[in-house]
């Protein structure tokens, strides 16, 4: 059944009210033609709620724009969508193609800061560079696929793909994803498999940076969770530690704070996040199993012109990078064959 517009509807309620069930919820492909975004496929959802968002195909079906009601939900970084062929992989050349919006995926064999790692797989004197936050969110995905279907009396709505990060000597790990929702719906539920395919054991890191803004972000905002610790990633992020649950106004040449979280899970294992607009009436809330992604960062930007917070959850507590995560002992491997299933549920409540 659907919750939509005041009412609980079964799909004979709503076939008899529509010509096309697209009036209400769909999913429709298209295509980015200009600027440096372009060629990029985009996914474009909406569920009948007031809840729409967007997945690029070429940005390892990452959520993009999201918006509630024509509210904005995710945060939009000054790049845009920049199609990965623009990607420069080495050091913070990231930041030059992060898009940022509702997920951004990081990894898959590095996350955090830009590194070269002189044990890294493929044996070259030298080492190797590690870019900031890895390459999966600049490969596109492939086997993309997408449909809606009634099961009962529930529409349901998903995108599917593959993306393979795989070099010659180095990494084959494949993450498949599966992007869900249904009819009437805020909630957004993303399943992801990630397998090593390779032969021989591989570092495997993996973060979502999910970012939000203005107007769901203000100085009114405020950050909810159980933490077990909480701790600055830097000493300027320690000045800030007994405000990390709060935020201001955009600021004059504000310096980035980020905040490491020992989440307390609940019985069944999870935890939650929740980001709060009481004068929006509206939050998100992040819930995901803490076996899954034991470490959650909170990423706090107050700048004029860069106002965003980023909540991130991750699968190890190396933010500096694979060579600190390695030297701290907290450097995950996959060995040949092995994967891991990592799963997010984000919904949007309307407190109003």
């Known amino acids: ?13 709503i076939l008899k009210s529509v010509g096309n069930i697209n009036q209400v919820a769909g999913i429709k492909a298209l295509e980015s033609t200009d600027g440096i975004e372009r060629g990029n496929r985009v996914f474009h959802v909406w569920t009948g709620s007031g809840l729409t968002f967007n997945v690029v195909a070429e940005k390892a079906l990452d959520i993009t724009a999201c918006h509630y009601k024509g509210i904005p939900i995710s945060w939009a970084a000054p790049s845009g969508e920049v199609h990965p062929s623009y990607f420069e992989t080495k050091g913070f050349g990231f930041l030059r193609s992060f898009q940022g919006g509702l997920v951004a995926t990081c990894g898959l064999d590095q996350v955090g800061m830009p590194c070269i790692d002189e044990e890294a797989e493929f044996g070259f004197e030298g080492g190797v560079n590690f870019g900031l936050h890895g390459r999966v969110g600049n490969i596109p995905a492939s086997s993309v696929g997408y449909h809606s279907e009634w099961v009962s009396d529930d529409y349901l709505l998903e ?4 993306v393979r990060q795989v070099s010659f000597f180095g990494e084959n790990l494949v993450l498949r994803r599966k992007i869900s929702t249904r009819l009437g719906s805020n909630t957004i539920h993303i399943n992801d498999t990630v397998t090593n395919d390779g032969f021989s054991a591989n570092p495997h890191m993996i973060l979502y940076h999910c970012n939000f803004g203005f ?3 203000s100085e009114n905002s405020q950050l909810k969770l159980e933490s077990n610790n909480t701790e600055g990633r830097d000493e300027n992020s320690a000045t800030g530690i007994n405000q990390w649950d709060k935020f201001q106004a955009p600021t004059v040449g504000y310096t980035e704070q980020v905040f490491m979280h020992d989440l307390r899970a609940d019985s069944d294992g999870m935890v939650n996040v929740e980001l709060e607009n009481p004068d929006l009436g509206l939050s998100v809330r992040l819930a995901y199993k803490k076996s899954q992604l034991p470490t959650l960062y909170q990423w706090k930007m107050m700048r004029e012109g860069a106002y965003v917070t980023g909540i991130e959850p991750a699968n190890t507590e190396g933010i500096m990078g694979r060579v600190d995560a390695r030297n701290q002992g907290q450097l995950p491997q996959l060995e040949p064959g092995e994967r891991k299933a990592y799963s997010l549920e984000l919904s949007v409540i309307d407190k109003g």
Request: hydrophobic share 40%; no cysteine.
């Open 1 to 13: 059944m659907a919750d939509l517009y005041g009412q609980v509807l079964s799909k004979n309620d």
């Open 159 to 162: 995108i599917t793909g593959e």
């Open 215 to 217: 107007p769901l972000v």
